[in-house]
């Protein structure tokens, strides 16, 4: 079993939608989560970033973050074209090693 | 102005080469990783240096060294390469916080 489990998509919704995009994870020394997006042929780039559990609201993005139950999310409200891309979730735990840990990544497509 | 660099963006090279990426971060991070994603776009560690030291180093064949000449710098140096090496390498860098940023990544493909 892999340390952290995402939902492997591929998700295609129209514009306007509301995305949910989910992991699992098994690790209890996580305490750090992040959503990276990343855009065909490019690196991932941070979209948002949690520290333990809790909610965390961007614009149109929402994080939540249930340490008890190891799973987070991502909801895209209001969803655009432009964010057609990969979603991974990452985690990593303290210490001086602050490697992430991936998911597989979630393909999602915004149809116009 | 790039936060993390690296080069080159593309390398193509047949069986049996050996190749050097290199990377280099200006955020005054000091963490620098290796990161391989393969063809189904899965994302893992490979090496860690914190400070030009090496903290970790995950199960990768040792025909794959990291060099790390300076906390802003950490190149990656591959022997005997192998078709099973294709795949796109980033570099990543972090500091006190959980997160990492990322380079736009190598695509290496063996032939």
């Known amino acids: 079993q892999k340390e952290v489990e995402q939902d492997p998509g591929p998700l295609s919704v129209p514009e306007g939608a509301i995305v949910s995009l989910n992991c699992t994870y098994s690790?209890?020394?996580?305490?750090?989560f992040m959503w990276y997006r990343q855009y065909s042929r490019k690196g991932p780039e941070l979209l948002m970033y949690?520290?333990?559990?809790g909610n965390k609201e961007d614009g149109r993005f929402t994080a939540q973050v249930d340490k008890s139950s190891k799973y987070i999310s991502l909801f895209i409200r209001d969803s655009q074209p432009s964010d057609s891309a990969t979603y991974l979730c990452a985690m990593s735990a303290t210490g001086s090693a602050r490697q992430l840990t991936f998911g597989s990544g979630t393909q999602l497509t915004v149809l116009p | 102005d790039t936060a993390v660099s690296q080069t080159p963006k593309y390398l193509v090279t047949q069986m049996g080469n050996d190749k050097s990426i290199k990377c280099e971060q200006n955020?005054?991070?000091?963490?620098m990783y290796w990161y391989k994603q393969d063809s189904k776009k899965f994302l893992k560690i490979m090496f860690s240096y914190n400070n030009k030291e090496l903290i970790i180093n995950e199960t990768v064949p040792n025909r794959f060294s990291p060099k790390s000449p300076d906390k802003a710098h950490l190149n990656l140096h591959i022997n005997s390469l192998e078709l099973g090496d294709s795949a796109v390498y980033f570099c990543?860098?972090?500091?006190?916080?959980?997160?990492?940023?990322f380079g736009s990544g190598t695509r290496l493909t063996v032939v």
């Open positions: 949690t520290y333990s559990s």
């Open positions: 955020l005054g991070h000091d963490t």
């Open positions: 990543a860098s972090s500091q006190d916080r959980g997160d990492s940023t």
């Open positions: 690790n209890s020394a996580f305490q750090y």
